[in-house]
């Protein structure tokens, strides 16, 4: 399938560069996966969307303040990192700016010398390793040091770090926030379980393959990168549940959408696990675990817009972006949402 096939005209005013004040006063595209049909809504109206028997998967990862900005320790010469994964320990995974600077030995320095960070190994596209050195706790360290890593299309700076959290962000680890979920609020969350949505979170670390856009022809060539995902005894037993009184998995971004289903392709049902996944979903993908899915609007030809694409139809999910972009609905991160049901 050629990567070609997943591509869209996007303004590039449509590309929303702050969130809204009210998380919940987004936009919502519904796409009906049966019939292609799409409507307009608001995101407050995803509570008349639920039913009392679904089950709503949410991504509980805590975005890191991952994008530190140092300096060569040898000739004082700027250097960005964005760290991606943890390693083992005090080693981590990321990608260096300007990369063709930063050689094995290379050491950068942060906030004076608070953290320094040497380069165990080069990597392919601007990977690099390092082992970090510094006092006290690494992640008290880079909360006094880092930025929120805003993803390259969002030209303005964020005022409120907790805008780019979701409101139920637990686990820190991740390099990006999983973005469907920053549409929902405490108040939202609460009415929903009170209709009889129950709730099941679980993790997913969004890593290296949130960056990295899809550089061959053809999909089947592209290999996504590994990232950690974690699903506990008790969100399992809440998905089974779900399926034995025939309620919908709903599953809240694609990083949930991914996870869900691979467990559910290891074990052909809903266990506790962890550990990494680099499933790629496209088109002739049979969902196992998912029934419908909320999601924010994506890059052209990017792996989300495939996997939209592989539960929702690859001709109705581009003509829903076309009605998107023919109707003004914000794009990306900070945008407007899509249910596809």
Not at 217 to 224: A, N, P, V, Y
Not at 256 to 283: C, K, M, N, Q
Not at 295 to 307: A, E, G, Q, W
């Amino acid at each position: 399938m050629n990567v070609e096939d997943f591509d869209f005209e996007l303004p590039e005013e449509l590309i929303a560069q702050t969130p809204l004040l009210d998380r919940t006063a987004s936009r919502l595209l519904v796409l009906n996966k049966e019939t292609s049909k799409t409507e307009d809504r608001m995101f407050s109206d995803i509570y008349d969307e639920l039913q009392a028997a679904d089950c709503l998967v949410i991504n509980d990862t805590r975005v890191m303040p991952a994008r530190l900005h140092g300096t060569k320790q040898d000739t004082g010469g700027a250097i960005e990192l964005l760290l991606l994964k943890q390693i083992e320990g005090d080693r981590w995974e990321t990608l260096a700016k300007p990369a063709k600077r930063v050689k094995v030995g290379t050491v950068v320095e942060f906030g004076g010398g608070l953290l320094k960070a040497t380069c165990i190994a080069e990597g392919k596209q601007g990977g690099r390793d390092f082992e970090m050195s510094y006092s006290g706790i690494f992640h008290e360290v880079l909360d006094q040091l880092g930025e929120m890593p805003l993803p390259p299309y969002i030209k303005e700076t964020l005022d409120d770090r907790e805008r780019y959290q979701t409101v139920y962000s637990k686990h820190i680890g991740s390099a990006a926030a999983p973005t469907a979920g920053l549409h929902f609020t405490e108040e939202l969350l609460t009415r929903l379980k009170e209709k009889g949505v129950t709730i099941a979170p679980i993790t997913l670390h969004v890593g290296l393959g949130t960056f990295r856009p899809v550089s061959v022809d053809t999909i089947e060539k592209h290999q996504m990168h590994s990232e950690f995902y974690q699903m506990s005894a008790d969100t399992a037993s809440i998905l089974q549940k779900a399926r034995e009184r025939n309620g919908r998995i709903i599953a809240v971004g694609t990083t949930s959408a991914r996870t869900l289903e691979t467990i559910a392709s290891a074990h052909d049902t809903f266990v506790e696990a962890s550990g990494w996944t680099d499933i790629f979903i496209y088109p002739g993908y049979t969902f196992k675990a998912v029934d419908a899915l909320i999601t924010n609007f994506h890059l052209p030809k990017s792996t989300l817009v495939m996997l939209v694409s592989a539960l929702g139809g690859r001709e109705a999910i581009l003509s829903a972006y076309a009605h998107a972009v023919k109707e003004n609905y914000r794009f990306f991160s900070f945008g407007d949402a899509m249910l596809i049901k």
